[in-house]
């Protein structure tokens, strides 16, 4: 099991920046991804990286706004989302995958955290 444990939501004015941070612990995974979901939609990418490096994967709604980064000694994976905006008010889920490709939808994913929610206000 795997166990995903999320911080860093909250409201924000929009153009301003949040960082969330999502700790993992348990057995070892490869992928670790954010989802997004705001109310009445379905639960979107917004970002993954692997463990073992390689080209981080964004949404094209938040690329150039959006950095996923981790930290490997620490178990750790962070989003940092600058010039927010309106329309990413969301509750944001952090994911984990045992597999080794990056799979953009939530059933390439095994592992979710509790989720956080982030508001920006216009």
């Known amino acids: 099991q795997v166990q995903l444990a999320e911080s860093g939501g909250g409201l924000v004015q929009a153009g301003g920046s949040l960082r969330l941070s999502c700790a993992a612990s348990g057995r070892t995974i490869n992928v670790m991804g954010w989802f997004r979901q705001a109310p009445g939609k379905e639960r979107e990418f917004v970002a993954a990286?692997?463990?073992?490096?390689?080209?981080?994967y964004y949404a094209d709604s938040v690329k150039g706004r959006f950095t996923i980064s981790r930290d490997n000694a620490k178990n750790t994976v962070y989003l940092q989302m600058n010039s927010l905006k309106p329309e990413d008010t969301a509750v944001y889920y952090c994911?984990?995958?045992?597999?080794?490709?990056?799979?953009?939808?939530?059933?390439?994913?095994?592992?979710w955290g509790q989720g956080t929610q982030v508001t920006v206000a216009s």
């Open positions: 990286i692997s463990w073992s490096g390689g080209t981080p």
């Open positions: 994911a984990a995958s045992r597999g080794i490709i990056i799979v953009q939808v939530p059933r390439g994913f095994d592992y």
